[in-house]
């Protein structure tokens, strides 16, 4: 199973990204789909995750209103886009798999993770 993200980059505060994650090697339509960041020194955190068929979504609270959770069975591609970016969004943004339940929020629940790419939005 691969999961591997991209998209990350530099970006001015109140700049917009949009990440993906391209699935391999797994059924993707049987998964649901999370978003979870990473900043130096911090946990792990729970940003969005998306039901097996893309029509549920959650957001952490974090981030609502500004983050949109999407998904792609067809081309087996999850989207993170991601809208007026401050700079506390600067992290390590990671996709992860999980077969739990549509709404999980806990690291431990995924079954599989990407490698991550990096956000740095600048002040």
């Known amino acids: 199973v691969q999961l591997v993200e991209s998209g990350g980059g530099l970006v001015q505060a109140g700049g917009s990204l949009r990440l993906s994650c391209a699935a391999s090697g797994l059924t993707f339509s049987a998964y649901s789909m999370g978003w979870f960041r990473q900043a130096p020194g911090k946990e792990r955190e729970f940003v969005a995750v998306i039901s097996r068929s893309g029509v549920s979504t959650y957001d952490a609270d974090s981030v609502k209103g500004r983050f949109t959770i999407s998904r792609d069975n067809a081309k087996n591609t999850v989207y993170l886009q991601m809208n007026r970016l401050p700079p506390e969004d600067t992290a390590i943004y990671y996709c992860?798999?999980?077969?739990?339940?549509?709404?999980?929020?806990?690291?431990?629940?995924?079954?599989?993770w990407g490698q991550g790419t990096q956000v740095t939005v600048s002040s």
């Open positions: 992860a798999a999980t077969r739990t339940g549509w709404s999980s929020r806990i690291p431990d629940e995924y079954d599989y």
